[in-house]
C-alpha cells in the first residue's frame, strides 16, 4: 500500500497530466496559463468554481461563442452584459427566496449576471405592425424581486423580462402545481378554469444549461437573424425552400406565446418571407413581387386561402 501511495503521488505531481483537465473542464489553453504550472491552474479554478466542474465548460463555451458572434454582428448588446456575480451573493439569494437555484444557473451567473434592462434583449425581439416584444436576460437580483409565492406560480423564478409586454419565461425552482424542478417556460392563463389562478405552460427548456445553449447555438448558427441590430427568434426550416428557376424563396415562423392559449386552444404565430436570387442568377432575370396567393391548410385539415398586394407590413429588397 505504502509503495501504491507514492506512486500515484508521484503521478498527480506530474505536471502534463493535467493539461487534460484543464482544458477539459476549464477551457484553459497554452496561452491562457499565466506562467503556473497545469497542477496549480487546475487548481485554482477548482478552488472557485469546482462546484460547477459539470457545468462550466459548457456554459463557458455558449458565453463566449454569443459574445464573439454578437461583437461582429450586434456589439451594442455587449456593452449590455453584467460581470459575473460572487458565490456569496448567490447564497445570499438563496436565503432571501428560500429554494435552492440550480447549479447551471449559478454557474451562468458566475459567469455573467445577466443584462441591464435595455432594449434590445439578449433573449431575442419580435416586432409585429402593433405590437413588439424583446427579453432581457435578468441579473440575479431583478430574478429574486420577481420571485412568485402566489398560486399558479408558486416557487417559481422569472429569468427573463419584457419591459414593453411584461412577458417572463419562468425557472422552476421545485417540483410543484403540476411543473417539474428547473424546467423553463412562459406562463399561460388557463381561460376556460374556474380558478383565476389556473395556468397552462409553454415549456421552453427541461433545464437552464440546455435552455440557454439551445438558444445560443441558433444565434451562432445565424438560425435566428439579426435585423436591425435585434436577434429576431423566427425559426428556419431547410425543408421550407422552394426554388423555382433562379428563385428561391424560404420560410421562418415564430409562435408568440403572450398573444396564444391553450385553453381555448389558440396559438398564434408570425411568419417571415426571404426571397432571393439564386447566386448565378443573370440580371436580366431580376424581378418584382407583384402580387401573393397563400393556400394555408391547418393541422385539421381547414383549407383557407389568401390574395394580396405583393408586400405587407415591411417590405424588403429583393437580394
Same mark, same amino acid.
Given at each position: 500500500c505504502s509503495?501504491?501511495n507514492?506512486?500515484?503521488?508521484?503521478?498527480?505531481?506530474?505536471?502534463?497530466?493535467?493539461?487534460?483537465?484543464?482544458?477539459?473542464?476549464?477551457?484553459?489553453?497554452?496561452d491562457k496559463?499565466?506562467?503556473?504550472?497545469?497542477?496549480?491552474?487546475?487548481?485554482?479554478?477548482?478552488?472557485?468554481?469546482?462546484?460547477y466542474?459539470?457545468?462550466?465548460?459548457?456554459?463557458?463555451a455558449?458565453?463566449d461563442?454569443?459574445?464573439?458572434y454578437?461583437?461582429?454582428?450586434?456589439?451594442?448588446?455587449?456593452s449590455?452584459?453584467?460581470?459575473?456575480?460572487?458565490?456569496e451573493?448567490?447564497?445570499? @439569494? +438563496?436565503?432571501? $427566496?428560500g !429554494?435552492?437555484l =440550480?447549479?447551471?444557473y449559478?454557474?451562468?451567473l *458566475?459567469i455573467?449576471?445577466? %443584462?441591464?434592462?435595455?432594449?434590445?434583449?439578449?433573449?431575442?425581439s419580435?416586432?409585429?405592425?402593433?405590437?413588439y416584444?424583446?427579453?432581457?436576460?435578468l441579473?440575479?437580483d431583478?430574478?429574486?424581486?420577481?420571485?412568485?409565492?402566489?398560486?399558479?406560480?408558486?416557487?417559481?423564478?422569472?429569468?427573463?423580462?419584457?419591459?414593453?409586454?411584461?412577458?417572463?419565461?419562468?425557472?422552476?425552482?421545485?417540483?410543484?402545481?403540476?411543473?417539474?424542478?428547473?424546467e423553463i417556460?412562459?406562463?399561460?392563463p388557463?381561460?376556460?378554469?374556474?380558478?383565476?389562478?389556473?395556468l397552462?405552460?409553454?415549456?421552453?427548456?427541461?433545464?437552464?444549461s440546455q435552455?440557454?445553449?439551445?438558444? @445560443? +447555438?441558433?444565434? $451562432?448558427? !445565424?438560425?435566428? =437573424?439579426i435585423i436591425?441590430?435585434?436577434?429576431f *427568434?423566427?425559426?428556419?426550416? %431547410?425543408?421550407?425552400?422552394?426554388?423555382?428557376?433562379?428563385?428561391?424563396?424560404?420560410?421562418?415562423t415564430?409562435?408568440?406565446?403572450e398573444?396564444?392559449?391553450?385553453?381555448?386552444?389558440?396559438?398564434?404565430?408570425?411568419?417571415?418571407i426571404?426571397?432571393?436570387?439564386?447566386?448565378d442568377?443573370?440580371?436580366?432575370?431580376?424581378?418584382?413581387?407583384d402580387?401573393?396567393y397563400?393556400r394555408?391548410?391547418?393541422?385539421?385539415?381547414?383549407?383557407?386561402?389568401?390574395?394580396?398586394?405583393?408586400?405587407?407590413?415591411?417590405?424588403?429588397?429583393?437580394?
Open positions: 509503495l501504491v507514492r506512486r500515484l503521488n508521484q503521478l498527480s505531481n506530474h505536471d502534463p497530466l493535467w493539461k487534460r483537465p484543464c482544458r477539459k473542464y476549464w477551457l484553459v489553453s497554452d496559463k499565466k506562467n503556473r504550472s497545469w497542477k496549480a491552474t487546475f487548481m485554482a479554478h477548482y478552488f472557485d468554481m469546482g462546484r466542474i459539470h457545468h462550466y465548460a459548457k456554459l463557458k455558449a458565453w461563442s454569443l459574445k464573439e454578437l461583437s461582429e454582428n450586434c456589439p451594442r448588446m455587449i449590455s452584459l453584467k460581470a459575473g456575480v460572487p458565490e451573493d448567490l447564497d445570499a @439569494v +438563496e436565503e432571501r $427566496v !429554494c435552492k =440550480p447549479d447551471d449559478r454557474c451562468s *458566475r455573467h449576471n445577466g %443584462q441591464k434592462l435595455v432594449v434590445p434583449g439578449l433573449m431575442g419580435m416586432a409585429l405592425s402593433n405590437h416584444r424583446s427579453e432581457d436576460l441579473d440575479v431583478t430574478a429574486a424581486g420577481g420571485f412568485q409565492r402566489r398560486t399558479g406560480l408558486n416557487q417559481c423564478l422569472p429569468i427573463t423580462f419584457c419591459i414593453h409586454t411584461g412577458l417572463s419565461q419562468y425557472l422552476a425552482l421545485a417540483d410543484a402545481e403540476g411543473r417539474n424542478c428547473n417556460f412562459y406562463q399561460c388557463d381561460q376556460t378554469a374556474h380558478n383565476p389562478a389556473a397552462d405552460m409553454f415549456i421552453t427548456g427541461t433545464s437552464f435552455w440557454f445553449t439551445t438558444y @445560443v +447555438e441558433r444565434v $451562432v448558427s !445565424c438560425d435566428y =437573424p436591425r441590430d435585434q436577434i *427568434r423566427y425559426e428556419h426550416e %431547410q425543408d421550407c425552400v422552394a426554388t423555382t428557376d433562379e428563385l428561391s424563396v424560404s420560410v421562418s415564430s409562435f408568440l406565446p398573444l396564444s392559449s391553450i385553453h381555448p386552444p389558440h396559438f398564434f404565430f408570425t411568419y417571415r426571404k426571397l432571393q436570387m439564386t447566386k442568377a443573370l440580371p436580366e432575370k431580376a424581378c418584382q413581387l402580387t401573393r397563400w394555408i391548410t391547418n393541422a385539421k385539415g381547414h383549407v383557407e386561402e389568401v390574395k394580396g398586394p405583393g408586400v405587407v407590413g415591411e417590405g424588403l429588397k429583393l437580394a
